[in-house]
């Protein structure tokens, strides 16, 4: 294995992440123009979710009153947010490949570049059709206003009379108590969970993304009081792509959490997630071009681990834990067969490859200060326990990376959010720049953040 | 050039941390303090002090109640019905006799409940400990705490069996004590004086339409109903009925009113004695029957 | 059968004891201070604005008691020779502060879904006993801002109940909300006070001598006042004139 794959993968890794920044989070003022309450009544913060603003979407965006189904809103109640985030930023990483007179890709510098940006237009719209019949859709943009469809769901909400019944199709936010569309932060590395998106260097295994929404269908169930919630997923291993295009593959993804009353401290919830799930490694090709849909060659991958909400009054800890795994087809990203001699190129398997495993750890300390002040941190650490390779330097491809930040919302009504937000954050991934040393990078914003 | 452009943007960062967090400081000291904050709340074994319920107030009531607790919360405008003013010491769900103010544990039920068919959301995510606390919250708005008690809780007597004859006796103390004139003789809330209804502020209310499956105001159970007809819901026009219907025969009525409800978890014998006896709407204009020994009611 | 019977014997025994206790409370009370009189007229001035009458035809029972004569709204009430009623005249300044409630109970009955009277007038901590005369079922429900509010169902045929009110409030508005049309008022005074009849006359006795403010107080005009001075062993009398408008 060359170094320059080594790196290339690496880049696009940050690429990615970069580009897959400024994530769409499910805060509506639509609905508290609906229900008239305030942000903070489902929001720990604007957009994340606390315990009431998490039974009412387990609920199906339903307050369970009697007055949810659109029947009883004022004719020219429209359930539609936008949400949109003008900031000033400046990233910076320290060690990208650069031309030099010695050939492609032969030097190293730092680039450092900052101003005025824009994250793209999110369109929220969701609610309930009939009293148990809710949907979500969320047409999002990116920066240069193309859109795709982040979220496109119905759901079945209280089947029989169940809490513990509602079955939902489309595509969605997977069942993370902590998740990614409600993060708290903005910037390009620490606007997403790096642990849930995490796979080490080399891995080319795009399908087990579990922060990213998914297509399928949900079975949620939960307790009157939302203190038990259980889910389980049926998915396409596609990573929420529309069109059928990559192979007949499917994965599961299953949570399950239980709440603490602890008086004065608050609600306290321990759970627990699993992806598992098989996927394409290879697929026919016409003119080299892969064939929409003739993935095959399915190989396998898991992550699970514990999630826990520790509320300490003001002080909450957010944790995430995670064991991964990628089967060794993924993580040299090697075609397995080679059914139609002459249209792919076969692959061997490298000598002594092993499947890749990792562990990772996620903390996010908040402090609110009030609804309208909070104070967000947090670390996460990924370890890869197996390379796939023995050759491969043991720690190539860890993350670390922090954020600090803060989001202040001076005004706080039921018609709209507005938030001021400051973050920084720091990354560094192990022997993964072009010369196999450590790449980190840093970015600072601040701007805007609001929804209406 | 690097280092110094970093060095002013962190400042620049830090600045505006500070600025904003004085000036979000400097908000919340805006909020008056009350000086009955000290009013405490007791539900079994919990003790609720309002002080400890300021931020959650503010996280989940205030739009709608108020800063003031007075109802006139920014959405107020928009809900019907209307939000409840705290300052009035006036509350509709109590197991005390019309007039008084309800026991803490009948607020702490409401918070935890919910009302159907208003905007007030099923609180009951909140710790015990947080609807407690928010309980002396909602108490420390009126005055009324400090110089009065709540009222004394009526006795329940234990729920009896439900039988043909009570559903009977249900039914004829429906049309003695006039419950159609307002909810109808079938429970529709279309009785004649159904439509010229209105609160205590002189705003247009319904009666409650039992046919329709919502959960009555004040709780779904057996016990629920027979409190909310004993007690009255203080500010409606629901009256108290605990002086004209005896602690027993009230559970008649409440076995005959669970007739008029579609099927639910609690309706089940009900509705199949009702079934058994074909039991027809009652006929407002069918003279009263022999008035019961009930007619005594009075001064208990 | 035999269940029925008893609870007969019950009734008697509670109404023959409740009687009982009336009496018993009203001649411990019967010994009544010495004190003067202030008697007078309440006028209206002009014509009183025309009463609507009020159509009962959703409760038969009542519509039938007015069939004769239909009932009329009583906003403004003029009697013969433009007299006022239904004025409460009562003393706002100048009390001791040391009079006691008087002890006889005052009534309220409801019949043909009407007040009756209109406007009933009694002290802070007088009983009043409430009282269905009907064969509908009414609601009292008196809306107070001074006292505690209420709203108690009083099916015909039930036994009156008895009301005190702990807070000078003039005046109580009293409905009820199956039957819209009826209202009422309750005024809670101190002191001595007094009613205006049909032809305007009004007395309130046992006052003793000294400088009062009388205050006049009418539904639909509010209040007026004048200042008057009562002699030891003379009535005083006062009078006062509404403008119609």
Known sequence: MSLPRKWVAGLLFLACFVFAGFSDAHALPAFARKYGLRCSA??????????????????????????????????????????????????STDKVGVDTAAGPNTGEVQITSHGFDLSGLDFHTGGTLDKNISFYVLPSSDNTASFHFETVMARLDNLFGSTWLNVKLGKFELDNLLSEKRIL????????YQLYHFSPLGDTNGYGQIGDNQLGVEYMGHSYNDRTRVSAALLSSNDGTVGLPAGNSYSGFFAASQAFD????????????AMVGEAPTQFLSSGGVPIPGTGFGNKSFSRYGFTGQIYLGKLDFQVVTQHGSDDKYFATATSPYNPVPGNVPSGALPAGARNATWNGFLVEPHYVFSPQLIFIGRYEGINVSQQALAATPSDAGNIQTFTIGYRYMPIMTSRAGFAWHNEYNWLRQSKAAPDGTDLTSSELLLGFDFAF | METKFMKSSLLLGAASLLLMSAVSWAQM???????????????GKYTGHAADAQANYRRYCVGCHGVEGDGQGENAQWLDPQPRNFTLGQFKCRSTPSGTLPTDEDLYNSVGRGFDRSVMPIWNQLTNQD?????????????????????????????PEVTADRVKAGQALFQKLECWKCHGVEGRANGPSSDTLQDDQNRPIKPYNFTEGSRPKCGSTDRDIYKIFMSGLDGTPMPSFIDNVKPDEAWDLVFYLRTLQPKNAYNMKERAIAKQLGLK?????????AAPAASSGGQP | MKSHKKSVVVLFAVVFMMMGALILGSSVSAAPPSGSSITGTVKLDGVAPHQKGIDMSKEPSCAAIHKDKPAMMESVVAGANGGLANVVVYISQGLS????????????????????????????????KVVNSDST??????????????????????????????NEEIAVPVKCNIHPWMHGYIAVVKGPYGVSDDSGAFTLSNVAPGSYTLTAWQETYGTQTQQVTVAAGKAASANFTFKAK
């Open chain 3, 97 to 128: 502060g040391n009079e006691a409630a008087s002890s006889d109970a005052v009534t309220l009955t409801q019949k043909g879904c009407q007040y009756i009277p209109h406007v009933v007038a009694l002290d802070a901590g007088q009983h009043m």
């Open chain 1, 42 to 91: 489902c929001h720990e913060a604007w957009p994340q979710l606390n315990p009431f603003g998490q039974k009412f979407k387990d609920n199906g965006y339903q307050l369970m009153n009697d007055r949810d189904a659109p029947i009883w809103q004022n004719p020219s109640y429209w359930p539609v947010t936008f949400r949109i985030t003008p900031i000033w930023h400046r990233v």
């Open chain 3, 137 to 166: 079922s009414h609601n009292i429900h008196p809306q107070p801002t001074k006292n505690a509010e209420w709203n108690k169902s009083q099916p015909p045929g039930s036994a009156p109940f008895d009301v005190t009110w702990a």
């Open chain 1, 185 to 192: 932060t903005l910037t390009g590395n620490g606007g997403i």
């Open chain 2, 131 to 159: 609807k407690v606390d928010l309980v002396a919250y909602v108490k420390h708005f009126s005055s009324k705490w400090t110089t009065e008690k709540a009222g004394e809780v009526f006795p329940i007597p234990a729920e």
């Open chain 2, 29 to 43: 000291t805006k909020y008056q303090e009350d000086q009955r904050l000290n009013m405490e709340a007791h539900v």
């Open chain 2, 281 to 289: 709407p009652i006929d407002p204009n069918a003279p009263a029957p």
């Open chain 1, 262 to 273: 602890t008086g004065k401290l608050g609600v306290q919830r321990l759970g627990f997630y």
